[in-house]
């Protein structure tokens, strides 16, 4: 089948003149090149006229995999503190973007892609392969929030050309003659305007497509660089220096050097690199026919033919092993690669007492304050991270460490029961943290939900694999389903935002008893625990946060928001994530596919995530937790010396909370 899929793409792709000759293909001029200007990218990109027949397979599939979205009717009109961030009738925006006009399928993309951001969901982005991250867009000049003296200004981050001259040594000098600067100079540099206005307007307006999460402070926070857990520390390069799409082709800043007293306007020139996943070709056919079209991986199977299960794929997520597939995952869909841009040498932990990857373990200068940093709650299997996570909190107490800093910077989630488990470990057994140390969820309970259902129960999934039987979940009072329980009846019937949605009754948790014994007592004390991170903290590493901070009050920094603000210590809470490849195994799997409720299979290759569970809230346990306050304790001001650099930070984080 996708064989044939390229064979049609490959003669459909051909452009012609007016006069009847093949049209000059764009894509040629890319075709092999690793750099290439932006402009040439998106050349490529929008000689591709939209085809009738893909945008409506596109809109189809998003539109009724959306019956699987908790959270749909509450984005509708989100309450306080997230009413001026979160408004949006998707159902209304699908059948406008059904009948507008575009001039090419790049276009429609974008406007798709960034009405479903729109949501501020990072577990509902859509991607299509073909164009996002098939080119990463890059700017030599990422930028940091600085605060000295008690003014902050934002800045070209000091380890810039550090960063880039490394990650960029391909293409660095190419860059600097193409631009006629030294970009060498301009690390540090003060900016003064971007494009001519104050460089805040260019964080707030970057707010408004980014997407991923609710709160409008932890957007504006995505605009910078920041530093990613791990062995070794990689490097985030910001929304402003790394692009998912070719859209722009250079920024004019006003910057004040280093050493300078002056400023000076200058042109910098974005530069996009072929992305490590996209598939080589030589023309426009040729890229349509390797990138554009579904894979094996981009629709669901049915489990009853298929010997072995597919692995489930969330956007450019680590794989999963097929041991823990069936584990309750809450991750947010990254939208661009993981990278291994390195964080230069000067500013990486290094020599963790415990830990591998991105769960490691630290002590301070102090010698009384041990740090867990954690870069996702999946860093590595299930098992080996319950074990990791207990081992190296019980070395910190023995060296005798008395005060824990956990780092979630950029953490966008993983396992569920790993955020339980490590809320258990850390505070011990109490009523809020045994047999729940999590939230009580719930999923939609719409008609294409209840005939999978109503097929399990009747014996359809007798291997006992499908994410909707009964067998995975348990009551509100802890009791197991059974396949043949029900669990979707009767529905609870709500009416959010004026419209009538109705949900499955009260969920408990899956967690406990965990798989290895916790200990009988706390680690350590609420009141010596600091939760650190940019604001970047969704999914399952929010159920964590949030748990820990209400439960416990315990002191939550995040790190170099806009100064005045009120930030925000996590992002997108959810309570279970998903995406359409699972709901599309589920519904093939109990013999729905044919149903007019049922997605049809993607033709692109394109990703759709989905909030499949949504958590009670812990203040108000009546409404979801994605729309309680999570305000930080603390709003750190960042100096200069403090700059992505993890040790410098903690070291300072723990002088100032600790003692006050």
């Known amino acids: ?15 012609y003149s ?25 050349a490529c990109f929008q000689s591709f006229p939209l085809n009738e027949t893909r ?21 509708i009109q989100a309450p306080p503190p997230f009413a001026q961030d979160v408004h ?16 090419s399928e790049l276009d ?83 900016v003064l305007l971007i494009n001519g206005q104050d460089p805040w307007d260019a964080v707030n307006a970057n707010t408004q497509i980014t997407g991923s999460f609710q709160a409008f402070t932890t957007r504006q926070n995505k605009f910078f660089s920041s ?24 920024v004019v800043l006003t910057v004040i050097r280093p050493g300078r007293i002056l400023p000076e306007t200058i042109t910098v020139p974005y530069r996009s690199r072929i992305g490590s996943a996209t598939v080589a070709f030589t023309d426009g056919p040729s890229f349509r026919a390797g990138n554009c079209f579904a894979t094996a991986s981009t629709n669901g199977v049915n489990l009853n033919d ?54 490691l373990f630290f002590e301070l200068d102090d010698k009384k304050t041990g740090v867990l940093a954690l870069a996702s709650f999946q860093t590595a299997g299930f098992d080996q991270m319950e074990t990791q996570l207990l081992a190296g909190l019980q070395q910190l107490k023995s060296d005798g460490m008395t005060r824990l800093i956990v780092d979630v910077t950029n953490n966008g989630g993983g396992f569920i029961c790993i955020a339980h488990w490590l809320h258990r470990i850390i505070i011990g057994p109490n009523p809020d943290s045994v047999p729940q140390a999590g939230l009580d969820t719930k999923a939609r309970d719409q008609e294409i939900a209840r005939l999978i259902v109503d097929a399990i129960v009747a014996g359809a999934d007798p291997q006992e694999q499908l994410l909707y039987n009964g067998v995975n979940w348990r009551s509100a009072n802890g009791t197991n389903f059974t396949p043949q329980t029900n669990w979707l009846e009767p529905p609870v019937d709500l009416t959010i935002n004026g419209h009538a949605d109705a949900f499955s009754q009260r969920l408990g948790q899956e967690c406990q008893p965990f798989d290895m014994t916790p200990p009988d007592t706390q680690i350590f004390a609420p009141q010596n625990i600091v939760l650190v991170n940019n604001g970047l903290c969704a999914s399952s590493c929010a159920l964590f946060t949030i748990t820990l901070s209400k439960h416990y009050n315990i002191t939550s920094v995040v790190v170099g928001g806009q100064q005045g603000t009120v930030q925000q210590y996590t992002g997108t809470v959810g ?51 994605e729309w309680q306050e999570h305000f930080a304790t603390i709003n750190w001001p960042v100096p200069a010396a403090q700059v992505n650099n993890p040790k410098a930070l903690w070291n300072a984080i723990a002088s100032k909370t600790f003692k006050s």
């Not at 949006?88 to 059948?95: G, N, P, R, Y």
């Not at 164009?131 to 902050?152: H, I, K, R």
């Not at 010997?307 to 999963?320: D, K, N, S, T």
């Open 108 to 190: 429609f993309h974008v406007d798709l892609s960034r009405t479903v951001k729109r949501l501020q969901d990072g577990h509902t982005v859509y991607q299509d392969l073909c164009y996002d991250s098939s080119f990463l867009t890059f700017l030599p000049f990422p930028v940091v929030a600085v605060t000295e003296n008690g003014l902050q200004t934002i800045r070209i981050a000091p380890e810039a050309f550090n960063v880039t001259s490394v990650e960029f040594a391909d293409e660095i000098a190419q860059w600097q003659q193409i631009s006629g600067l030294n970009f060498a100079q301009y690390s540090g540099a003060f």
């Open 306 to 359: 298929q010997a072995l299960v597919q692995p489930f794929v969330q956007g450019f997520q680590p794989p999963i092993s097929s041991k823990d597939l069936r584990r309750p995952m809450n991750a947010i869909i990254n939208e661009a690669p993981l990278t291994d841009i390195a964080l230069p040498p000067t500013l990486s932990p290094i020599n963790p007492v415990s830990g591998s990857g991105g769960l």
């Open 575 to 625: 309570g279970q994530s998903s995406d359409f490849s699972t709901m599309d195994t589920e519904v093939k799997s109990v013999g729905l596919k044919n149903n007019s409720l049922a997605p049809p299979d993607f033709i692109t290759n394109s990703i759709q995530g989905i909030t499949w569970r949504l958590g009670f809230g812990i203040d108000d346990p009546t409404q979801p937790e």
């Open 227 to 250: 530093y990613i857990i791990g062995t070794p520390f990689t490097y985030r390069m910001g929304d402003f220096a790394q692009l998912s799409l070719p859209l722009t082709d250079s």
């Open 18 to 42: 007016a006069n009847g000759a093949p049209a000059a293909d764009p894509c040629v001029a890319i075709g092999g090149q690793k750099w290439v200007a932006p402009a040439a990218v998106r």
């Open 88 to 103: 949006v009738d998707i159902a209304s925006e699908l059948k406008r973007i059904r009948a507008q006009k575009y001039a």
């Open 55 to 75: 945008r409506s397979n596109v809109i189809d599939v998003v539109n009724k995999t959306f019956s699987f979205q908790t959270s749909i009717n509450y984005q």
């Open 1 to 15: 089948m996708y064989s044939l899929l390229r064979s049609f793409a490959a003669i459909a792709s051909l452009v």
